[in-house]
């Protein structure tokens, strides 16, 4: 069955509205944004509510938040992304691990640094999320490491396969337009999770929209993962 996710715990969204609309949450180690006061908090709340708990580290640069490429070297992404699960696993044992912003656009395109999120995801026993044809997916099945495949709701796509920049037209995605792209990404099959991103206006409506859509839509078996845009 499809998962859905958003991020949570970034101080930026309507977390205590959007936990109840979940069935995984991508939890903010409080690096690129909120505290380790609130890591704990938040995942102690999916743990109440049965959601499934997902570290979702970022880059340690809060005025952009976690947004832009900092540059750093894969092994520098290694200790950052293992320092951020190590915190949240010190509440909660995360059962994923997602890079957010910029860290995860990094790791989809090098495979140096995918390949240094994905040991870390390896040496705690977890899967990696990722989006299907990129970088994270290939370097976690070439190691042995689950992988969870993973669509946007929310999000525009290019022909790629790869997320309209933000700031561009067409980046995010709306109530209406996010439930049709949910629904289009179940009834193509091959995907694991659905994302919203919890700080994008109107997320909880979006939420709403798209478990409504996917409600009446079974993902279909046996096809390929899509890429939307092709």
């Not at 040496?123 to 989006?131: E, K, L, S, T, Y």
């Not at 929310?154 to 790629?160: F, I």
């Amino acid at each position: 069955m499809i998962k859905i996710a958003a991020d949570v715990g970034e101080v930026a969204g309507a977390d205590d509205e959007l936990l109840p609309l979940l069935d995984a949450a991508n939890v903010c180690c409080g690096a690129h944004a909120g505290s380790p006061t609130v890591t704990s908090a938040t995942a102690r709340r999916c743990e109440q509510l049965g959601v499934l708990v997902g570290a979702h580290p970022g880059y340690a640069d809060r005025p952009n938040f976690g947004r832009v490429e900092v540059g750093i070297d894969a092994a520098s992404i290694e200790k950052l992304v293992e320092s951020q699960v190590a915190l949240l696993a010190a509440t909660v044992r995360p059962v994923f691990v997602k890079p957010h912003g910029a860290l995860y656009h990094r790791c989809q395109a090098d495979p140096q640094a995918a390949a240094a999120a994905v040991r870390v995801a390896a040496r705690w026993g977890i899967a990696i999320v990722g989006q299907p044809e990129f970088e994270l997916v290939r370097k976690a099945r070439e190691a042995g490491v689950a992988a969870w495949i993973e669509g946007y709701a929310d999000r525009g796509y290019l022909p790629d396969g790869s997320l309209v920049p933000r700031g561009r037209e067409g980046a995010l995605l709306g109530p209406e337009q996010a439930a049709a792209q949910a629904g289009e990404l179940a009834d193509r099959g091959g995907i694991d999770v659905i994302c919203v991103h919890g700080d994008s206006p109107g997320a909880v409506e979006v939420l709403k929209a798209v478990r409504a859509a996917l409600s009446i839509r079974p993902a279909a078996d046996g096809v390929p993962p899509p890429k939307i845009g092709s």
